[in-house]
């Protein structure tokens, strides 16, 4: 009632979570200590009304609230539940036997009764993607669970292979929309479920027709794998438009991503990510279905290089996002990240023209990223949240109006360049505000002078002067203003006990009176990584001019 969500999962995952971990131990013990409890938790979940969350009970006839046990909805988290239960049989099912007949039949009624007849049916669900539009992660983090529960499951072979076909033919609806760039636009965060998903269902149906089904050599494919390593900032820094934390560690299936497309960098970045984990020690947090890979190709991940490729400049044309830095395959000196695109992707924030700069792997201008999920997260109230405005990104604040939610809200005249001295983007955001703004264009340029700065231009045009004119930045700094255009941005502490990146921020003191307030954090999600507060430093214009041009560089203190 209140959209507080975590109240109710935490509770439904740790069920899971325990349940995942007393598996893997019979598994790898097989002395059948744990079977009482794993038979507890297997009759426990089969006795749950739904097996997803309650925020994703829109569909069903009855709305949201209580969820309808006649109207089963597949959701992620009762498509994981299934997938859970499924590998559960699979590898325990002759030990569940001996503990009663009933268990292995339950859970086969439920995934049944839940998932497989429901999918099998129904062609209703928006996440298909059946009606034409455009799906995102749920598409292929529900395929792959699908098809787990399936094939795993499924007795009768001619239902089995409709549900297969079925399964790919919603496949094909995220494949087909995908950009070809590769470029996830809902952010790094959920490429761990819509990238990283695909490949979960692109080894189900390798590993289940022996290889025949095969698609690994597709460029689209390809893209879309070295997408995680071609935004990774410095270790857990990644550029995180969208819904997307600033830190994040990629899953461990990089490294079998990575080697199914032949790609050294991406298998890298897997084996670091699975130092990085620590998972020899720490395990795996994630679902049974990438556990159990992984325990399998251990001695081969902890052998391979991993090195993050960290490459020098990337450019993905379709979600118009540019990552450049001083020199290739290391975050010392300048890295600057800015993205164009429209204001109504994925997870969006209005964030055309957003632009991001670190310092030696260090944040120094950021994006703050999202708060938890709550009821308004994606609402129609979505946009009072300020994670998701304009004016809390590194964007201008014009005649007193933020940027406009929507597709026609987009980035005009997009233009590219790079070479071994500079990298460059230069898009027009006018088209990102509405018209009460009074925009005619405002051309921002967003320049990489390698081993000398970072520069961003804003020359535009307006219609006429009707409120104040702003330029809002996010720094995590600790923030000094001096005189003569000149701003220290100091090296604050982070949660994680590292320290922020330090810079100088030089502006026309002429046109441009810079102001610093703190933005106190409470969300918990986002203190782990900015502690309890941000620095928004605001240049508020001093005669505003129906056109002019201003810059602001950034250097290394």
């Known amino acids: 009632r209140d959209g507080n969500r975590d109240r109710y999962q935490s509770v439904s995952f740790e069920r899971r979570r325990i349940l995942v971990n007393l598996v893997i131990a019979e ?33 069903q006839k009855a709305g949201y609230g209580l969820p309808d046990v006649t109207e089963p909805i597949v959701d992620l988290f009762a498509a994981e539940t299934s997938a859970l239960l499924a590998w559960t049989v699979y590898l325990l099912g002759a030990k569940l036997d001996a503990v009663s007949p009933l268990i292995v039949s339950r859970i086969e009624l439920e995934i049944d009764r839940r998932i497989l007849t429901p999918l099998l049916e129904r062609d209703d669900f928006s996440w298909m993607g059946f009606g034409g539009q455009r799906v995102n992660n749920w598409n292929p983090w529900i395929c792959s669970n699908w098809l787990t529960s399936n094939l795993l499951i499924e007795a009768d072979e001619e239902r089995r292979l409709k549900l297969v076909a079925k399964a790919m033919r919603a496949l094909d609806n995220f494949i087909d929309h995908y950009p070809k760039d590769g470029g996830c636009d809902e952010g790094p965060g959920y490429w761990g479920w819509a990238g990283a998903s695909l490949y979960d269902c692109l080894e189900l149906l390798y590993s289940a027709t022996g290889g025949h089904i095969n698609i690994y050599d597709k460029p689209l494919i390809q893209n879309i794998g070295k997408f995680i390593y071609r935004i990774q900032i410095h270790d857990r820094y990644f550029v995180n438009f969208a819904d997307a934390p600033a830190m994040l560690t990629p899953p461990v299936l990089v490294y079998g991503f990575g080697k199914r497309i032949n790609d050294p960098q991406m298998m890298a ?125 590194s964007l201008p604040t014009v005649n007193g109006k933020q940027q406009a939610p929507g597709r026609e809200y987009a980035a005009r005249n997009v233009t590219y360049r790079v070479d071994n001295q500079i990298a460059q983007l230069a898009l027009d955001i006018a088209g990102a505000y509405s018209e009460a703004a009074g925009i005619n264009t405002w051309m921002r340029t967003v320049t990489l002078n390698r081993g000398t700065d970072v520069t961003i231009t804003d020359a535009y045009d307006l219609k006429g002067i009707s409120g104040d004119l702003r330029l809002n930045l996010l720094t995590v700094c600790d923030v000094l203003l001096e005189d003569g255009g000149l701003i220290t941005l100091k090296a604050s502490e982070l949660p994680d006990g590292s320290p922020s990146g330090t810079a100088q921020l030089h502006y026309d003191a002429d046109k441009l009176t810079a102001s610093a307030e703190e933005i106190v954090i409470e969300d918990g999600n986002l203190k782990r990584i900015w502690g309890n507060r941000l620095i928004r430093i605001v240049f508020k214009a001093n005669n505003p001019l129906q056109r002019d041009t201003w810059t602001l560089r950034i250097t290394k203190s």
């Open 27 to 59: 598994c790898m013990e097989g002395k059948g200590r744990f079977l009482d409890d794993i038979v507890n938790g297997v009759w426990a979940i089969c006795e749950e009304s739904f097996w997803g969350v309650s925020a994703h009970l829109g569909p």
């Open 269 to 393: 970045l897997g084996a670091w990510s699975a130092h990085k984990h620590d998972i020899q020690n720490n395990g795996i947090t994630d679902s049974i279905g990438r556990l159990l890979p992984v325990l399998f190709s251990l001695e081969e991940v902890f052998k391979a290089e991993a090195t993050p490729p960290l490459p020098r400049d990337v450019w993905l044309d379709e979600i118009q996002v540019m990552v450049a830095r001083d020199n290739e395959g290391t975050s010392k000196g300048l890295f600057v990240a800015a993205k164009g695109g429209h204001n109504a992707e994925s997870h969006n924030h209005n964030d055309v023209g957003n632009v991001i700069v670190y310092v030696d792997g260090l944040p120094v201008l950021v994006d703050v990223g999202v708060e938890t999920y709550t009821a308004k997260t994606f609402s129609s109230r979505r946009y009072e949240i300020w994670t998701m405005q304009s004016s809390y990104h």
